[in-house]
């Protein structure tokens, strides 16, 4: 590190880089200078006054301009006068700082009996109870009682819908504006503001529909008192009771690392999920987490989860026992001509590995990815993807990124927070490519617009100044970050093609900043391709036709295979389950554990939080018993077997298993940890912050663009919007206003 | 709407800012918006944020923060008593009593003919000619409850 800083705290060294605050310095060395409206992902604002400690520099001899120095050649401190914020100073050389004075802790003392004038101490009935901050440090640095008046305590409104997924309790604010300065400075919604002044500021909206967010649930999370508190969560359980499991979401490229924290449902009888919380994971989602991923939980427990496999008689689809069930499936593959499996992105390496091994060993076995389309890129997301020692937090100046045919909020919220910082606070250049705007043109310092399903001809004619070799080539690291919306297959790898181009032509491959990041629908959309192109599949999308299909977490797809026999394993009663032969009731990704891996290849591991519902069972389960039926001799006990054996048999896995992928690495800034902390909610990461494998760029010779369409007919990526009308938003009450 | 009916003042004070800093013309764009609806509704703010390019939100916010941009309907004067310590030693409190007295409202309110609200405020930076308040944008220093009287029959005139 360059441009150390050396400084002492309590009179113990320490060395920071420059530009460090005293408050960030001082937990470094383990001293947790407490505070409220400071947060490490946040602007210092000073507001709260919490973290005041007695700061003191070097004395300088105005003559000589010399530091002073003592009879036994000490350096003189020449302390300031009055007590300063650490969390808005940065450190100087020679500084040195004390927190244990009683000074410090009177004024300690002194900023608590202040905020709490008019808080209301409802602790008992507060959400925020029992992980409060406010409570916390009360605790520890608080006076103990008031010399406030009680009758002077001011009384506020207490359930303020800011939006429906948000409530402000106005007793609970102490006006630290770490939610405003979120929206502000992370989100780019301004849409909380304080309002009037002195004892009557307030937090307020004025957007419609109010606190219009896809980031949110996030100043909830931040708060360090339980003034927001989530629609979804407040009044549910108190956060002690909760049990917790690492678990990672699903929705998206970006694999956010989540806590699906869970309780025992008193009304039910069921044991649930609460709250997803972000589980911090540095290279992956920080601290944060979209309102889709925290929000779109229930489906989990929905009334209408498949419970028990069913059979088609006479027609219908009736009940049976797995027995029956298995026995059905196994003797149709046994003498099938030609078997498919289709598997959605949704589901997880272990269960798309078996299946995918399970109908290769038909002669004419074919398995795909579903939704199809982003097949037809996918190994080239892969091979010239960004490098192992990607970090969104290293791009800044000095770097472009290009947004080619993807709305990055809608598509991967989170990656939208990472790559606006690295444009907007880093410096780095962006050019945005579109049919139609996006939020992310705001930043852009380069627009380029073509029509509708036009980008892969876009790319390939455009004379653009900004995006020629030359430019590209100055460039410290070129990220192209793009999406198939509206393009057909040709088109969508046309386009991955093109930029392939781009980057080999300006020699920006094998850098760990620079390639591809595809804005995929799901969260294991590589990861299933990657299992299944190593196979017989199908890039194409087009109707199989054969004798047996197999269709797991397909949802609705347009893509299904003509089969005389279809199984469909599915959480619920979708349209292709309905008209199946066989319908096999799955686990959710919450009642078992398994692997996905992200958009930029990071494969990570998620875990069981809740029990199976009736009698589902995993994927793999039932592709495994089926084998068995047909004479495998496979004895996978567990997902972490098959991960082994996946390991084994796809290159790119080789070298991970479960063990690695469980690692973890102490997180800086260190939000919410027990011992050292700047308040925040659950966010350590103790399940693993995954594996980037390997990109391969070798193994494709220089592209050769493919013929192109040139009308817009035969379109075939759907536009995406976040809350889109699906399978499993819409059996989330909270978010029913917000579906497009 | 104010983009029509002021469209040339508007241009005016856009004129004074730079073109990519539009959010700071949001306070006289918020007079004009005072001036044509008598306080700034939340339409209005809604129309000023859309001319400067900002969230709605944003703009409330500036309203909150000044005393002078209101929220509500207020009367044709707003007589704004300054009652802070240094005025309350020479007889602010007594004699904002008084003033609600003689216009029958208390503070905060307006008379029921619509004419006149009486505010009490914060540090109006006058305290040495306390009693002292601000009626619309004019000061109006050392009252007695004579002055008063007389400063009253001239705003009910008007």
Not at chain 1, 290 to 295: E, M, P, W
Request: aromatic share 8%; with cysteine; net charge neutral.
């Amino acid at each position: 590190m360059a441009d150390l800083v050396n400084l002492t705290i309590d009179g113990k060294a320490v060395a920071v880089p420059k530009g460090t605050l005293i408050v960030d310095a001082a937990k470094t060395i383990q001293n947790d200078i407490p505070v409220f409206c400071y947060h490490p992902k946040l602007k210092p604002v000073g507001m709260c006054r919490m973290c005041l400690v007695e700061i003191g520099t070097p004395k300088m001899d105005p003559a000589t301009r010399q530091v002073v120095k003592d009879d036994k050649g000490v350096v003189v401190i020449a302390w300031q006068p009055k007590l300063n914020t650490a969390c808005t100073t940065p450190v100087s050389e020679g500084m040195a700082v004390r927190t244990q004075t009683t000074v410090v802790s009177d004024a300690r003392e002194d900023v608590l009996e202040f905020l709490l004038t008019s808080h209301p101490l409802d602790c008992p009935i507060c959400d925020k109870g029992g992980e409060c901050p406010l409570q916390n440090l009360t605790l520890e640095h608080g006076p103990g009682n008031s010399r406030f008046e009680y009758e002077n305590k001011q009384h506020n409104a207490k359930h303020v819908p800011l939006g429906d997924l948000i409530y402000l309790d106005r007793e609970r604010c102490i006006q630290c504006s770490r939610c405003i300065r979120f929206q502000d400075d992370i989100a780019d919604d301004h849409v909380l503001q304080f309002h009037e002044r002195g004892r009557h500021m307030e937090i307020i909206t004025l957007s419609e529909p109010g606190f219009d967010s896809y980031f949110s649930g996030n100043t909830s999370d931040i708060c360090p008192v339980g003034a927001l508190t989530t629609a979804d969560f407040r009044f549910k359980a108190r956060p002690w009771e909760l049990g917790s499991s690492p678990s990672v979401c699903n929705h998206c490229a970006v694999g956010c690392n989540t806590t699906l924290n869970t309780r025992l449902d008193t009304k039910t009888g069921i044991n649930e999920i609460k709250r997803v919380m972000p589980r911090q994971n540095e290279q992956v989602n920080e601290i944060w987490l979209c309102d889709k991923g925290r929000f779109v939980h229930h489906y989990t427990r929905a009334g209408d989860r498949l419970q028990k496999p069913l059979i088609r008689q006479n027609g219908q689809l009736v009940e049976t026992t797995w027995e029956r069930a298995l026995d059905l499936v196994s003797s149709k593959l046994l003498g099938a001509s030609s078997v498919a499996a289709v598997i959605g992105d949704r589901i997880a390496n272990e269960d798309a590995h078996l299946l995918t091994k399970l109908v290769n060993s038909n002669a004419k076995g074919e398995t795909r990815l579903s939704p199809a389309l982003p097949a037809s890129y996918a190994d080239l997301a892969r091979d010239y993807g960004v490098g192992v020692g990607f970090d969104m937090k290293q791009l800044g100046k000095g770097d472009v990124i290009v947004v080619v045919n993807g709305d990055v909020e809608e598509q991967a919220p989170v990656w939208f927070l990472r790559l606006r910082q690295a444009v907007v606070d880093r410096g780095a250049k962006l050019i945005v490519s579109n049919h139609r705007g996006t939020k992310l043109h705001r930043y852009a310092a380069h627009i380029a617009r073509y029509e509708q399903g036009m980008a892969a001809q876009w790319a390939a004619q455009t004379d653009d100044a900004a995006l020629s070799t030359e430019e590209l080539t100055k460039a410290r690291n070129v990220l192209f970050v793009f999406g198939d919306e509206k393009l057909d297959a040709v088109s969508a790898r046309g386009l991955a093609q093109i930029l392939v181009g781009k980057l080999v032509a300006a020699g920006q491959i094998g850098k760990p900043n620079s390639g591809l990041l595809p804005l995929y629908p799901h969260g294991n959309t590589q990861g299933v391709f990657d299992i299944v192109a190593g196979t017989r599949h199908s890039g194409n999308p087009g109707v199989l036709s054969v004798d047996v299909a197999w269709l797991v977490g397909v949802g609705d797809t347009s893509d299904a295979p003509k089969a005389r026999f279809s199984v469909v394993s599915e959480l619920f009663m979708t349209a292709l389950a309905s008209v199946a032969d066989v319908v096999l009731p799955a686990l959710s990704f919450a009642e078992r554990e398994g692997t996905y891996t992200s958009g930029d290849r990071r494969v990570q591991r998620f875990y069981r939080a809740l029990p199976a519902v009736g009698q589902a069972k995993p994927d793999w389960w039932a592709v495994q018993e089926v084998a068995r039926r047909m004479g495998f001799v496979w004895n996978f006990a567990s997902p972490a077997q098959i991960f082994t054996d996946l390991a084994a048999n796809v290159s790119y896995y080789s070298g991970l298993g479960y063990e690695v992928l469980a690692k973890t690495e102490s997180q800086w800034p260190p939000v919410g940890r027990d011992d050292l902390y700047y308040g925040g909610t659950g966010y350590e990461n103790d399940g693993g912050i995954g594996v980037r494998y390997a990109s391969n760029p070798s193994v494709i010779s220089a592209p050769t663009l493919p013929k192109m369409i040139t009308s817009m007919s035969d379109l075939k990526g759907p536009a995406r919007k976040l809350y889109q009308t699906g399978e499993l938003i819409k059996r989330s009450d909270v978010m029913q206003t917000h579906i497009e | 709407m104010l983009k029509d009916k002021y469209k040339d003042r508007i241009a005016a004070i856009f004129a004074k800012y730079p073109p990519e800093r539009k959010r700071s013309a949001v306070m006289p764009l918020l007079d004009i918006a005072q001036e044509e609806y008598g306080y700034c509704t939340e339409e209005a703010m809604r129309e000023v944020a859309e001319l400067c390019g900002i969230d709605p939100t944003e703009v409330k916010s500036v309203v909150g923060f000044y005393t002078m941009y209101y929220e509500k309907k207020v009367g044709k004067y707003v007589i704004d008593v300054c009652d802070d310590l240094p005025c309350v030693l020479r007889g602010a409190d007594k004699f904002v009593n008084y003033c609600e007295q003689k216009l029958g409202i208390k503070a905060g309110e307006t008379t029921p003919d619509g004419k006149i609200t009486l505010n009490v405020v914060m540090c109006l930076a006058a305290c040495d000619r306390a009693p002292m308040c601000q009626v619309n944008t004019a000061y109006h220093y050392d009252l007695t409850p004579d002055k008063f009287d007389k400063l009253v029959i001239e705003l009910k005139k008007g």
